[in-house]
């Protein structure tokens, strides 16, 4: 409720009025009977306010370019493990600038490959569902992280953080409530955000053993909102969980598929979605105008790329892979696309991140005539068109995008450039769902892909496990053990100067081609309270927050 402020000249009138009232008269006439002492009025009863009780209720509703499905080893793509985070409880949550507990309510190491994790207690699963009927859930316990941890590395085709996979040796349940992980190694990103742990969803093994193939679409867990509908390409609604051990304030969570950023924006202003992830230019631009939105910085730099199945004829030539970097400026595309919010630089680390090489981009100049050049002494032609032939038969090649943000700006400006240097390309821009199976399905092709610049992503792209890595042929023994040695590097100097040799090698052979990198934004509706945004996990009703809605 707003607080009344009066204009100054009624505040002193009813100022006078209150003044007269209190006055007395001097004498009473001698007739007068004597009254009666005049009694104080009986005050009436306040209703008094629950600030609390205030807070239940509503629906927080939040944007997302596109969703796949919801099992946490197989789950490739943010958005959908925004729903993973909420739907189940993880052993941690990630920020920003760190990771804290979920279900793990402490950890140390005992040694240098042996973590200790104590659990919550009280914890259950979720009831009402085809694991566990209305009123016979069960308490989450060490067992079940035992067989969380056990099922995301043993899983064929895992998509579980690269540096847990490579490390894992072994993990038990030491009591009901404490877990031992024993790694074959130390591993630096362990209990970094966004890798190692961060990834693990603890699920009730009698969900995934009932529903099987099904898993992925019918989630059930023990966080703090249930699922409860998934329309593909439209949304997918969570609702409370009232055995969650902290109970949510909110009724819903929503989670609205709009794939153009502009839409998104119009969305926010209509008070139709409540926050807003900002990547494009013309979207900043308009938001930071609008004095009812409150702004803040993601503080990630985000970088996009190209990535080549190697297996591919054309791609495991590196003079073919040197000449497709010289006919792009990928730095010019970034720049003219992402406008205030390009930031510059080359490969997968960003400024401030280890493994961060300023001296990169030295390997991406845009030289297309010297591109030609390179072509002509690795044999290839122009045929009539000014088309790359090799042995009579044109050098064609597929470029994947997917359809979502500003990503079809960058594949327009790329194929212009391709084909201005002879590159017959052909581009083919799909739905996200599509383009995440295609990629991790191994497809012959090259693709764009996109990701925020933190600690570990080179292991999670280019690491001897990981799962673009593996989709796409990549057999770089050297970057490997580069990686796998940087993994287990403790000391932040020695591993930065790793980092960076592995990320030299890699780029200066082309198995990959950098853009520019750029930094991103975020707007929130006035309405939503105690809500940070969303990163790897959607932080809704943790141990340090509990998101609600101003009704």
Known sequence: ???????????????????????????????????????????????????????????????????????????????????????????????????????????????????????????????????????QSREVVADDVVYSIKRGVEMKDSKISSDLLTAYKAVEAVDKYTVKLTLKAPNALLLTPGRGLSYIAVVPHEAVEKLGDKYGLNPIGAGPFKFSEYKPDESVTLVRNDLYWKKPYLDKVVFKVIPDPDAQLIALEKGEIDYLPIGTPNVYDRVKKNSKLALTPVQLECAPWIMFNMSHPLFSQKEFRQAFAYAIDGQGISKNIRGGLFTGGCGISGKGVPGYDPNLCQYFPYKPDEAKAILLKAGFTYNKDNMLEKGGKLAEFELEIWNMGDTPQFGEALV?????????????????????????????????????????????????DAATSKAMKYNTPEVFDLLDKANVTVDPVERDKILRTAQEKLFSEYMAFPFGHCTGFQALNPRVNDFSGLFWTANVTTEKNNVWVTK
């Open 416 to 464: 212009t450039q391709l084909k201005a240097a002879g590159f017959p390309v052909k581009l083919q821009t799909v739905e996200f769902g599509t383009w995440i199976n295609d990629m991790m399905g191994g497809a012959n092709k090259a693709f764009m892909a996109s990701g925020f610049c933190t600690d570990g992503g080179l292991n999670g792209v280019f690491g001897r």
């Open 1 to 135: 409720m707003k607080r009344l402020i009066l204009p100054v000249s009624l505040m002193i009138i009813v100022s006078l009025l209150a003044a007269c009232a209190g006055a007395t008269p001097t004498a009473q006439p001698a007739q007068q009977p004597t009254q009666a002492p005049v009694q104080a009025a009986t005050p009436v009863p306040q209703p008094t306010v629950d600030k609390e009780a205030a807070k239940y209720g509503g629906t927080l509703v939040l944007p997302v370019a596109g969703i796949v499905q919801f099992d946490y080893a197989q789950s490739a793509d943010d958005a959908s493990f925004y729903v993973i985070s909420l739907v189940n409880v993880m052993l941690f949550r990630n920020t920003v600038n760190g990771i804290y507990g979920d279900l793990a309510t402490s950890w140390k190491y005992e040694n240098d490959t042996t973590l200790i994790m104590s659990l919550r207690k009280g914890v259950m699963f979720q009831d009402d569902n085809v694991a566990f009927p209305k009123g």
